[in-house]
């Protein structure tokens, strides 16, 4: 995860191959901070998040995410693994929820602050 401002982070996955863990990392940044010079990692991990994690990410509720990721069957990234705890690519799911957001974000909020409000 680098993070470009203090608002907004970039998911990015690196595949290659190095003499150590640490090696391939610091060539990875190197490469970012060559394209990004602001560019901060703010962490390194396996990128495989569940959909609370993404929720997380994406600022709503897990209950708002299971809701978007049903409705929107035809481009929410497939799970790497599906179960009673289904699990994604952290970089697939964050790429869809930049190009989605506003939408996406828009229409779960109006649709839960409608549930939300008192029938006359």
Request: proline letters at 6%; aromatic letters at 6%; zero cysteines.
């Amino acid at each position: 995860m680098i993070r470009m401002t203090w608002w907004s982070a970039l998911a990015l996955e690196f595949s290659r191959e190095a003499v150590s863990v640490e090696k391939a990392i610091h060539t990875a940044l190197a490469d970012v901070k060559n394209v990004t010079p602001s560019a901060r990692l703010i962490e390194v991990s396996p990128d495989l998040v569940g959909l609370t994690d993404i929720a997380d990410l994406v600022g709503v509720s897990r209950q708002a995410m299971r809701k978007l990721m049903l409705t929107h069957p035809e481009t929410f990234p497939l799970p790497v693994h599906e179960g009673s705890a289904s699990i994604w690519h952290l970089a697939e799911d964050h790429a869809w929820a930049v190009w989605n957001r506003a939408s996406s974000f828009l229409m779960v909020k109006h649709a839960i602050n409608a549930s939300a409000m008192p029938t006359p």
